[in-house]
DNA sequence: TTACTTGCAAAGGATTTGCCAACCA
DNA sequence: TGGTTGGCAAATCCTTTGCAAGTAA
């Protein structure tokens, strides 16, 4: 019943995600589901809504919840693995935490996020903490941008709904 | 029926406050709530959310409903009267405008937001941006951090409920 | 007058949670 | 095999909205 011939991939077994080895080194137990999420979250080059992880879990293969998507980003945000973001629109998006300290410029027409990271400003922060009489913990730096010189009526897709949140 | 003595006050009509003004400047219809929320909003020294509002109005005088502050609140922010901040604990807190450009320390024992403004930060920022092509059109700063040397056990209200939301 | 506002309550969207079965270490 | 986890749906929290009645200009 065991040739060794699939017993390489009894279940699509690949090697461990990134992700998937920092929640084994955090002691997180590993189910299918995490691991699932794990991969997506790894593979990730953007920065993912929850609703996007669980749309991209679900097509590359088991059937997850969206409650179970919800309790393993939160539990990877608890770890220190994955970062909250909040980039206006009302939905938390989430950033592995090991791609070291960067901070993001979002393209206010198309909503697009770009990341950088940036010494001097590291510097002055921990500068102005100091001043003010306080230990720097965590810092959040987003800028707002247009593109240089648009040929007007360019405008990409909006956040999901136009008006209402931020 | 009408005496000359009570002309000048015909119910609480005190001078308008500053944001009642920047209201009319805009063109809004001025009603009762209105007023009284551009008021409460005038005196915060803080960064009221939409709660705080609605309390600190109620308790002033009229009754508002709830959902008024928060169309109102909605409306000012429209017309660039106020700024809306996410402070982190899921509620939406409002900052007059007009105060100057300023960003945020959160003390993350006690929830105290502490406003500071910094030349070479907007410098910073406004050559990160062009550096990457874009043109700024806003920016979000904000440090955590932690009082230099606290005997412990010091640790205030933490925002609400200690645990969920970022 | 007459369009704009308000209050109330119900609707909505994102996120969390209780409970029991399924599952991993 | 015992404790954990996951799914489902109901529950929460914050915020928005529909509608009828009230009000500023």
């Known amino acids: 019943m065991e040739s ?6 009894p279940r699509a077994e690949r090697a461990p995600s990134r992700i998937e080895e920092l929640c084994i080194e955090r002691g997180l137990k590993m189910t299918g589901q995490r691991r699932l999420i794990a991969r997506v979250l790894s593979e990730a080059e953007d920065h993912p809504d929850v609703e ?3 749309r991209r879990a679900l097509a590359l293969d088991s059937k997850v919840s969206i409650a179970t998507v ?3 980003v939160r539990l990877l945000e608890e770890k220190g693995i994955l970062e909250r973001r909040d980039f206006g629109g009302g939905r938390a998006r989430y950033d592995p935490a090991d791609r070291g300290h960067h901070h993001h410029l979002i393209d206010v027409d198309s909503g697009k996020v770009i990341e950088f990271a940036d010494e001097a400003f590291e510097a002055l922060a921990r500068g102005i903490a100091e001043r003010l009489g306080f230990k720097l913990v965590g ?7 247009r593109r ?9 897709t909006p956040r999901r709904k136009p008006g209402p949140r931020s």
């Open 4 to 9: 060794r011939i699939t017993a390489r991939e």
């Open 139 to 145: 810092q959040r730096l987003e800028l707002f941008g």
């Open 70 to 72: 919800y309790r393993t």
């Open 148 to 156: 240089a010189s648009p040929p007007e009526a360019e405008r990409g």
């Open 52 to 54: 996007d992880v669980y």
